[in-house]
């Protein structure tokens, strides 16, 4: 068969059937939660002060409303692909219905750098908040062992230092890892009362930080432009939707979650869009206040938060903060490296990888050995990687896969008008042609850099596919699946 022979979507929902089949225990709040958790993470609460004092200024705010509506197009493109393919596989499952093996494959390699790259990048927010907590508490840990040897650290006269090992971040990692081993319920749960905890507390912040808010420090709300594409100004603005776009990347995680979803067909458009409309939200009005607190030039830091902190007069909110950053970033960390391992499981259930992606625990029902593999992966990035880079990778990885996923809807609709959908995305083909041309006009915005490290990262995926997954390939191969064993 070709590089582009797809498999049927009979064939594809025989297969969220089985022996290997995933436990069915998430409901839509459930779902909302998980969508929620991984949204509220990473970004909102240590990228954004670099996006304010690099890119956008106050107008962050607006970065916001650009980067969310990229995800209203490619969220209902996923909600209909969801309820129509309700297995585990994101992206890469709709990829392979609709366009082909090579491109599936093209996207599953894709998402590696939306959910583990991704993980690394939170895993290493995480280490900085914990490092700023137990400041607060009077803790100081050794400098060295809480940061990247390739990123320069500031000491508090000043100087700067670089780390040996990220310690902490490698400790999150393993942490949420044996969680995802355990079960998803026993993760479903535990993200459920972190997400109220984190989302209570950002509230709180929003309401007693608007009392403190400095009207001179939102003028002029779009800073002139410097001279330089993507420094303030409107491509400052451009630049920094396509920077802060990581804060949305969760909310397609919730799909990933479908085959261990109740009722797929009611409950996925739930679980997407209201986890979209709740976080997006909450972005904008924490944006705003932020950027009304503290002067934008002064929120070049990985904590922006804590330095806005400094600006309101109630030392107990700084340690109440810090608790429920790191709470988020854990629930965030839980939810991407579920992603990550559903998307591996399937595709070791096509014979692209290798069988140890696929092999489930016969106890907890969970892809044990991939969560394993994967803490490995992760832990390496996340003890050595500069935040930085690990950022700017995970948000052009995730709007290629969004770009993908619209043209999916396309297509699927020539090619399969008349299979059942329970959720119809609207407007099509408006809808679907919004969504490409607005994430790949937010790429656009991401510099030549990161342009070139998705091509390397694609190139390495390619020889990946060439030398191992087309020759072991279910597809191009023909053979009858008797399903993976544990």
């Not at 599953?108 to 927010?125: K, R």
């Not at 929120?299 to 806005?308: K, Q, W």
């Not at 510099?447 to 191009?476: E, M, P």
């Amino acid at each position: 068969m070709g590089l582009f022979a797809t498999k049927s979507l009979d064939r594809i929902l025989q297969e969220s059937g089985g022996e290997n089949e995933l436990r069915r225990t998430l409901g839509p709040a459930a779902l909302v939660a998980l969508g929620v958790g991984a949204i509220v993470g990473a970004g909102i609460f240590t990228l954004t002060g670099i996006v304010a004092a690099n890119f956008a200024g106050p107008a962050i705010v607006i970065s916001f409303v650009f980067a969310a509506i990229g995800c209203v197009f490619a969220g209902l493109c996923y909600s209909e692909f969801a309820t129509m393919i309700p297995i585990a596989g994101s992206a890469y499952t709709y990829a392979y219905a609709t366009m082909g093996e090579l491109i599936a494959w093209i996207i599953g390699w894709d998402l590696v750098l939306e959910y583990c790259v991704g993980s690394a990048t939170v895993s290493i927010g995480w280490s900085q908040t914990l490092l700023a907590l137990l400041h607060n508490l009077g803790v100081d840990l050794p400098r060295r062992f809480v940061a990247s040897p390739f990123q320069p650290m500031a000491l508090p006269d000043g100087t700067l230092i670089y780390g040996i090992i990220n310690l902490p971040a490698v400790f999150v990692v393993v942490f949420a890892s044996v969680v995802l081993i355990l079960g998803i319920r026993e993760s479903a749960g535990a993200n459920a009362v972190i997400v109220f905890l984190k989302v209570s507390v950002i509230v709180i912040f929003i309401a007693i930080g608007w009392r403190y808010m400095n009207p001179a420090n939102h003028t002029p709300l779009i800073p002139p432009n410097t001279g330089v594409y993507g420094h303030f100004g409107w491509s400052g603005i451009v630049s920094g939707a396509g920077v802060i776009f990581f804060a949305f990347i969760g909310f397609d995680a919730v799909s990933t979650a479908s085959q261990e979803a109740k009722n797929p067909q009611r409950d996925m458009p739930m679980g997407i869009i209201g986890s979209l409309a709740v976080c997006t939200v909450l972005f904008i009005a924490y944006s705003f206040v932020l950027t009304g607190v503290v002067n934008y030039k002064d929120l070049n830091v990985g904590a922006p938060l804590s330095v806005a902190l400094t600006h309101i007069p109630m030392p107990w909110l700084a340690i109440a903060m810090n608790l429920a950053v790191l709470a988020g970033l854990t629930s965030v960390m839980i939810v991407m490296l579920l992603g990550q391992s559903r998307i591996f499981y399937s595709m070791a259930r096509d014979g692209l990888l290798p069988k140890i992606f696929g092999d489930i625990h016969p106890k907890f029902r969970t892809p044990w050995r991939c969560n394993l593999v994967l803490m490995v992966f992760v832990g390496l990035f996340a003890a050595f990687a500069p935040i930085a880079v690990v950022g700017a990778m995970t948000s052009i990885g995730t709007l290629f896969a969004f770009v993908l996923v619209c043209a999916g809807i396309l297509i699927m609709r020539r090619t399969h008008p008349n299979a059942p959908r329970p959720f119809k995305t609207p407007l099509v083909p408006l809808v679907p042609i919004l969504g490409i041309l607005t994430n790949l006009f937010l790429m656009s915005g991401l510099g030549w850099s990161n342009w070139a490290r998705l091509v390397v990262w694609l190139a390495i995926g390619l020889i990946i596919y060439f030398s191992y997954g087309r020759k072991h390939s279910h597809v191009q191969s023909a053979a009858p699946r008797s399903g993976v064993r544990a």
